[in-house]
């Protein structure tokens, strides 16, 4: 009978789930902790109007390019799949309300989420972890500022103005592409498709995906900022700090997803 490689032994293991409880712990405190001081320093914060506006240029203005390119798909597969899905059992004059409604409350404020948190979480990550590792972050304490209301307080507040503005893109460009699809392809005309979102249209379907949008933008901007203030070990150390920030803050926004559902719609 052979012996168990030390690798796998039953004391290895429970020393690495260990070690990975006690790095969850310290990372859920100091994330409250980083969160704690940026609300503290917020009025401070706003007073650099500066920072904020370089930081909604950076996070909303520059991810409006990939954000139109993904929502135009993304209508247009939404419209695609609905007709599939509905055209035995529902009238095709109900398509502009599957679409629309798939749209605001659901595809537009995720897929945007997901997709600037690839793009401005891995950015914000790189950005302050490069900063980290090169002491820039230790030079402005010497210089008596704040790197969390210098540097984070304004990618949070850019965060949550911008992805609910960036949502509200998404949802016209992703029912654009579903309506044209629907009248190239589909053969339903642009007026049918317009008055089926209107005959079930709430706001409470717009303002929940504006709402989630919200959140989002809030877990996209401190992820990247915490995983960024964490990293060490060089250019390695950087790297894997954007890694985190990107898988992390994908999966919060996914449970967020589910827990603001449950609470606006449960």
Partial sequence: MSKIPF??????????????????????GGLAVMIKEMLWGLPKAVTRFHLIIEQMHAMGVNSLPLVALVSIFTGAVTAVQAVYQISDYVPIRYLGTMVGKAVMIELAPVLTALVVAGRVGAGIAAELGTMKVTEQIDALQTLALDPVEYLV???FIAGVLMLPILTVFA???????????????????PHTFINGMRSFFKSMDLFSGLFKAFVFGGIISIIGCY???????????????TTKAVVLASVLILISDYIVATILFG
């Fill in 171 to 189: 949802d016209a460009i992703a029912v654009a592409g579903g309506m044209g699809i629907s009248a190239a392809t589909l053969h339903v005309p």
């Fill in 7 to 28: 690798a796998h032994t039953p004391e290895n293991v429970f020393r690495l789930v260990g070690r990975k409880t006690i790095a969850f712990f310290e990372d859920v």
């Fill in 153 to 155: 307080t304004p990618r």
């Fill in 227 to 241: 995983q960024g203030f964490k990293t060490y070990g060089g250019a390695e150390g950087v790297g894997r700090s």
